[in-house]
């Protein structure tokens, strides 16, 4: 049993690992076009400021970034802009539309803290999967943000999209919302338990790619 113990506290270490390292998957960015600051992953190219038809537009992506003309379809981006208008459940829409994504029905959602729209949807030939959120600002401009993948990577590239949604604060030279970690819940061996405990869990937490990490 102690044999027993002694490999699961070597898993559970391995298990570990990548919460230690999860701090480092995200960069903090300025976009200084945009005024806003954010994180994306730091696996993925350097992101690239520029424009579109006078729009500002910050291209994020895992690969040619700086290229979207000859990226692959399959290779995971996600695009901000700020568009001048005032409605940003038509501009959201639009804005899927031009992955080649049929968005569905509009619901709510949040970006930079403030009530906005978000929508969903698949390319006709259902290969890719497309999502977006869309606020509209005081300035008259509606940020809108929009990110593709192939459809069957779905469920991996969600919790991506929405770390940098969600990590969006106004101010180019402010501090972005990075992942943060903690113990949801622990339990401790009692001297009752003697050498038949089974393993000394002491805490589990959820990292932000949806997997649970326990330390013995």
């Given amino acids: ?26 960069v903090p960015y300025q976009w200084e076009a945009g005024d806003l600051a954010l994180a994306y992953p730091a696996g993925w190219d350097v992101s ?64 930079l803290g403030f009530d906005g729209v978000a929508a969903q949807g698949v ?24 990110g593709r993948t192939l459809a069957a990577n779905q469920a991996s590239f969600l919790p991506v999209f929405n770390t940098i949604a969600d990590s969006l604060v106004l101010g180019a030279a402010s501090e972005p919302v990075l992942p943060s970690y903690g113990a949801l819940g622990q339990t401790l061996q009692t001297l009752s338990d003697g050498e038949t405990a089974f393993v000394d869990l002491s805490s589990v937490a959820v990292g932000a790619n949806n997997r649970v990490y326990a330390a013995d």
């Fill in 1 to 26: 049993m102690r044999r027993f113990s002694g490999l699961l506290a070597v898993l559970l270490f391995v298990l570990l690992t990548p919460v230690c390292a999860q701090t480092g998957e995200y």
């Fill in 123 to 146: 390319s006709a030939d259902g290969t890719l999967f497309g999502l977006g959120r869309a606020v509209s600002l005081a300035e008259g401009e509606v940020l809108v943000i929009i």
């Fill in 48 to 111: 690239v400021s520029g424009e579109t038809e006078g729009t500002p537009t910050l291209l994020l992506a895992q690969a040619l970034a700086a290229s979207p003309e000859t990226r692959p379809p399959g290779i995971p981006f996600v695009t901000l802009a700020l568009v001048a208008g005032e409605d940003a459940g038509l501009l959201l829409p639009a804005a899927l539309e031009t992955l080649s994504i049929t968005a569905g029905e509009l619901q709510p959602g949040v970006l």
